[in-house]
């Protein structure tokens, strides 16, 4: 009986110390519109402006951030878009997710963190659908990811994190932009997704999930108008005031 009490204490203080080991680490997938070929405003941001015209291509890139202790061995998250059914975003030529930013074996060799593509699985939005971008895996990573922004030793070498990995990119055409909140939402919603501590363990609650949005500029011409008739009610109001 002695023996069974010491043992179900035992696997409690496991539990207790991988409880520990993630308490209070956050895993931050932030959304960032990094490019358009067209005249937009709010680019480096999660929410660009773009006329309501559409037909402008935008680069949406996703970046990863986390102060897990001792890294995280793997990472998978998705993205939905459309949601509103209203069809704005449509899937561009993906971006290569494949990056050459950080080493994360530094030494005499290179082992850099390569995110993959091959498994991002699309569905276009339509009236009907939502748009689905899954999943976004960690792919060739070989070494965990150290602490965003910290630095680390793999044998004698030392380096420091970037302040934030990018895990991928994606290019969105846009069909007609509203401004209706946000546009794209970032989440563990494929059946593949999931944060993984060093050990390989899952990191539950620890994630946080940031959106994008894409914003109506009236056109020029639709301004103008609009001024014209705020003048012709200012000038109605005074013609009926002299009367």
């Known amino acids: 009986m002695r023996k069974v009490f010491s043992v179900a204490l035992m696997a409690g203080m496991l539990c207790l110390v991988g409880m520990t080991k993630d308490a209070g680490a956050t895993i931050t997938i932030a959304l960032e519109w990094g490019a358009c070929n067209l005249a937009c405003t709010g680019l480096l941001t999660n929410s660009v402006n773009v006329s309501g015209a559409g037909g402008q291509t935008l680069r949406l890139d996703i970046f990863l951030t986390h102060n897990e202790p001792g890294g995280i061995s793997g ?60 999943t976004f895996e960690s792919g060739n990573l070989t070494q965990t990811l150290p602490v965003s922004g910290a630095p680390y030793t793999v044998g004698t070498v030392t380096a420091t994190a970037p302040a934030r990995y990018r895990i991928g990119q994606v290019f969105f055409t846009v069909n007609a932009a509203a401004t209706d909140g946000f546009d794209v939402f970032s989440g563990l919603f494929g059946g593949g997704d999931g944060l993984l501590n060093s050990l390989g363990g899952s990191i539950p609650g620890s994630g946080s999930f940031g959106n994008a949005s894409v914003n109506l500029i009236p056109e020029p011409g639709t301004v103008s108008l609009l001024g014209l008739g705020l003048v012709g009610l200012a000038l109605a109001g005074r013609s009926r005031r002299r009367s």
């Open 75 to 134: 990472h998978g998250i998705s993205l939905h878009f459309d949601t509103d059914l209203l069809n704005e975003l449509n899937i561009g030529a993906m971006g290569a997710p494949e990056w050459a930013g950080t080493d994360v074996e530094p030494g005499l060799g290179v082992n850099l963190y390569s995110p993959l593509d091959g498994a991002v699985v699309a569905q276009e939005s339509t009236g009907a659908l939502i748009g689905r971008l899954l």
